[in-house]
């Protein structure tokens, strides 16, 4: 050791007796520690956030409280691979977007004699020709093919000119079960029409 340099142990010594270097030390420990209780309550919350089972959060945070101050970063790294993938919120409002996307694919009607996708809001099916609403002539809105009355505004509605020519032949050639019961309910519809007006 050439003896005109200081003694590295010497200045490591004086560092570390430095009372400011000593209060950052602790500061810094107490910061570890707060970070460690810290952690251990994101986890705790972050827990209650995935699931509904009441113990789990509590395991969570004694996981990270496990490892203690000064390992508890690898405690972190394996909640993060072993938590539930979503949280209670994301997983209902999956459940509402899968609940939509399902009220949507049913609403697409299909015509009901030639099986092709049409809106609900179309009048005819262009493919074959079928009359599928009405507009109600009072209100403007449509209303279904088999309604008496308008279901907006209360006006009887005429029974359509037979239901619908097209209709018919498709019902005679069996294919829809929708032409049956629009035989089926005529006259009586036809009856109720005749009474009211
Ligand atoms: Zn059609
Ligand atoms: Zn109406």
Known sequence: MPSGLPDPGKIWNDFVGNPVVQLAGQLIVLYVVLL?????????RDMQARTENPILPYFAAALIIFFTPLLFLFAVVLYLIVRPRETLAEVYERSLAEESLLAEVERNEVCPVCRERVQNDWLVCPNCRTRLHRVCP???????????????????????????????????????????????????RKLRGVTNT
């Open 36 to 44: 460690w209780l810290g952690t251990a309550y994101w986890a705790f």
């Open 138 to 188: 009072s209100c403007n809105r449509l209303a279904e093919p088999e309604w008496p009355l308008c279901a907006y505004c209360g006006r009887e509605l005429d029974r359509p000119e037979r239901p619908s020519r097209v209709a018919a032949a498709a019902g005679a050639k069996g294919s829809g079960a929708r032409g049956d019961r629009a035989a089926d309910t005529t006259p009586e």
